[in-house]
């Protein structure tokens, strides 16, 4: 795919040269417009605004929505006003406040002077919910009738305003002051009579959400009912607006950017990484490292507490990282399986015993299965004393089985009080295990040593 996007490009580059600009104008507009955004990504700045004055003006807007903040904002500064006006109205409403969301206050005071007054009232709409909520996501431009209908006239009245919707497949029914009733498909409108009352042919039960429900639990009910669109509603059950299927999958690929960057301990940002400068990726890595570096002396401290049990017996002290690095990743295992099904709704806190007494088991199994195998390996390979590779083996088995309850737990525990569970991912459980395993460890070896 690099390949043909280099050829692509080489070409484009070519046509620009040669001022072929038809051929260009008919290039372009054969390819799909995330394409076309990734490739005048690819191309130099000065010639970015000259390739998209060639798009057709439908494309235009389909293309503008793909790009990367930055390069939308070099076009909107090279734009006049009646060109940044085409665009704009060429967006869905969802679309503009996206790039209103991104840019600066000077660029986003420009694009709502060349907003109609209709448009610009419902993006402030959109804009006074909280950023992680389903109002935040929608879009107002829906289709919608009245119940008392007929199908000829809901079929006319959707040829003459599906036009501008984002998507005409759902059709929602509404009373006065917009009250939410019902739901008609496109499909039943086609099959059903011309004189066929709405009201009649309506699905009543309507699954909708709440503007303020979290967006991340709108995109997971994507998934549960397969559906191609939410209608959102207000405390009232007033349609308001409605979550498209392509705003549900940018916020799950989000929130899963947001978590395994949460699990890795650094900040999250909505920049690619290919277009973060280090000093932005030093500032999201940082605090965290600070954190974690300082929450690992711990270790220190009781390795400095039980010098006298590795002065006694200094082949303890071999055995030490693969004690902590088998806690670590028992109990990384836990928490990401937790993590996972925590964001998918499959566990919640009343599960959080069930999980326990689940995670017990699996990690008996597994110390024993470890200790075993530590063992012969300590008695056979490394010659060690049967005392000696007792205490390494039972110290294993005790650190795996108290990993994976701590694990299994912390997440869960995080969420009950309102922090991320992703955070208490491999870092933060790996530097807590360390700690509890070598207790464990040098427990055992004074007692047994």
Known sequence: MGEITATIEKMILTLIEERKFATLRDVMNTMAPPDVAALLEEIPGERISLLFRLLSKELAAEVFVEMDADVQEILIRGFSDSELREVVNELYVDDAVDIIEEMPANVVKRILKQTDPEMRKMINEILKYPDDSAGSIMTTEYVSFKPDLTVSEAIKNLRRSGVDKETIYSCYVTEKDRKLIGIVTV???????????????????????????????????????????????????????????????????????????????????????????????????????????????????????????????????????????????????????????????????????????????????????????????????????????????????????????????????????????????????????????????????????
């Open 187 to 449: 499909r039943r409108l086609l099959m059903a009579d011309d004189d066929d009352c709405i009201r009649d042919i309506m699905e009543e039960n309507v699954l909708s959400v709440n503007t303020e429900d979290d967006r991340e639990d709108v995109a997971n009910k994507f998934a549960k009912y397969g559906l191609l669109a939410f209608p959102v509603v207000d405390s009232e059950n007033r349609l308001v607006g409605i979550v498209t299927i392509d705003d549900a999958i940018d916020v799950i690929r989000e929130e899963a950017t947001e978590d395994i960057e949460k699990m890795a301990a650094i900040t999250p940002t909505d920049k690619p990484y290919l277009k973060t400068s280090a000093f932005e990726l030093w500032k999201a890595r940082i605090p965290w490292l600070l954190l974690l570096m300082l929450s690992s002396t711990f270790t220190g401290i009781i390795i400095t507490q039980f010098e006298s049990a590795l002065a006694a017996t200094g082949v303890l002290a071999a055995y030490i990282p693969m004690l902590m690095g088998t806690g670590g990743n028992s109990g990384s295992q836990a928490s990401v399986a937790v993590i996972r099904g925590l964001s998918l709704d499959e566990i919640e806190f009343c599960d959080m015993f069930r999980v326990q007494w689940k995670e017990i088991r699996v990690s008996v199994m597994c110390g024993i299965t470890l200790a075993a195998a530590n063992f012969v390996k300590l008695l056979l390979l490394d010659r060690v004393g049967t005392s000696v590779a007792f205490v390494v083996s039972l110290a294993l088995a005790v650190t795996v089985v108290t990993a994976k309850f701590v694990g299994c737990s912390l997440p869960i525990l995080s969420k009950k009080i309102g922090f991320d569970p992703a955070v208490m991912a491999s870092p933060f459980i790996t530097t807590i295990v360390d700690s509890i395993s070598l207790l464990i460890y040098f427990y055992f070896a004074s007692i047994l040593l």
